[in-house]
């Protein structure tokens, strides 16, 4: 082979290798994330498209504080999802264009900021105060522990529940019991009368825990009547805090998050 043949066949290969190693480069490696737009800047979607009619702090509407959870209409994310969507009829509420991904960071950031005033607007270990005082909440409920198991465990309370339906549970516990803190009445074949939050039920059998913590376990065979209880036995504490032990309470239930307090 001649030297300049042999200069060519290098520089050929010389040019193979260099797309190679640029096609490696470029390839993806696998078991990372895969590419994809970044998820919408609720802030920045309120700020531009919203607080032009409801403010930057969001109560220039009447009877409505979107910053600290106060809604004339809607208490659900799907709600309130559904209204930036689709607006509300009859309404200076006007539809808006937004993805659902965008309607639904817009909700996410309003619920953000409402229990970021809740946890400052209150004082938290006041609130705790009267979780474990006045209120008697340890009676029912348990933080960490300590308390009683007939109502729904409150230790993660502030990772699963927004500052404003927690409020309004405190307020009005009937009006949004969701199915996992339902209870039910039962009786049995023999007459007996059982009342207690249902853990557990299908075709065969049915558990609960009754009015004194003790798990009941029944064969549904046995049972003559099974009912849910359309009322909430937790009482409600309108006009039974002052506006700011209520926001005291409220802070010390979103700061359960489920770590150590």
């Known amino acids: 082979m001649s030297w300049s043949s042999a200069r060519f066949v290098l520089a050929i290969a010389a040019a193979v290798v260099g797309v190679s190693s640029v096609g490696f480069a470029q390839a993806p490696q696998p078991g990372g994330p895969p590419a994809g737009p970044p998820p919408p800047d609720g802030a920045r979607l309120y700020s531009e498209n919203c607080s032009q009619c409801h403010g930057d702090a969001g109560d220039n509407v009447s009877n409505v504080d979107l910053m600290h959870g106060r809604f004339r209409r809607g208490t659900t994310d799907a709600e309130l999802t559904g209204i930036v969507l689709r607006g509300i009829p009859g309404t200076d509420m006007p539809p808006h264009s937004f993805s659902e991904a965008q309607a639904g960071a817009i909700v996410q950031y309003l619920r953000a900021s409402a229990d970021r005033s ?120 309108k006009g039974k805090l002052t506006p700011q032990e209520l926001q005291d309470l409220v802070s010390y239930l979103v700061s359960l998050k489920g770590g150590m307090q």
Request: net charge neutral.
């Open 118 to 237: 809740a946890s400052t607007a209150g004082d938290k270990s006041r609130g705790m105060a009267i979780f474990t005082g006045k209120g008697n909440c340890v009676s029912c409920h348990r933080v960490q522990g300590q308390g009683a198991r007939l109502g729904p465990d409150l230790t993660e309370i502030g990772r699963l529940r927004h500052s404003d339906e927690l409020e309004r549970s405190i307020l009005d516990p009937d009006a949004s019991i969701i199915p996992s803190n339902r209870f039910v009445r039962v009786v049995t074949k023999d007459g007996t009368t059982i009342t207690g939050r249902l853990l557990n039920h299908d075709t065969f059998t049915v558990q609960l825990l009754d009015s004194k913590e003790q798990l009941v376990s029944l064969l549904m065979s046995n049972v003559r009547e099974f009912t849910f209880v359309d009322k909430s036995p937790m009482p409600s504490f």
